[in-house]
């Protein structure tokens, strides 16, 4: 079992940044993938970014590329992903999920544990 807690939340201006962590405790020596989704009020789960555990491969979703990095600690058995440019179509719940195996996967039902979502609000 993996449980993951999301912060970093909150109120932002367009324009601004955040910082969003997510904190890992249980089965942390896994070779697994973290994913950044976001899911905004009646649309779909979707994934904006991942990272392998070494941090040596990363993905973006083209839609926010440019404005995310991704990136982890293992020894604090987090993940970090660091949003800039924010803009009011950004606010959404976002989640992070771990994935016990080695290749990426954009798909939700991929991945085998989630954070409860921490909510981004950007105001215009």
């Known amino acids: 079992q993996v449980h993951l807690v999301e912060s970093g939340g909150g109120l932002v201006q367009a324009g601004g940044s955040l910082r969003l962590s997510c904190v890992a405790s249980g089965r942390t020596d896994g070779n697994y993938v973290m994913g950044w989704f976001r899911q905004a009020p009646g649309k779909e789960r979707v994934l904006l970014t991942s990272?392998?555990?070494?941090?040596?491969?990363?993905y973006y979703a083209d839609s926010v590329k440019g404005r995310l990095t991704i990136s982890r600690d293992n020894a604090k058995n987090t993940v970090y992903m660091h949003m800039t440019s924010l803009r009011p179509e950004d606010t959404a719940v976002y989640y992070c999920a771990a994935r016990f195996k080695l290749f990426f996967s954009t798909r939700p039902d991929d991945y085998d544990y989630w954070g409860q979502g921490t909510q981004v609000t950007v105001s215009s």
């Open positions: 990272i392998n555990r070494s941090g040596s491969n990363t």
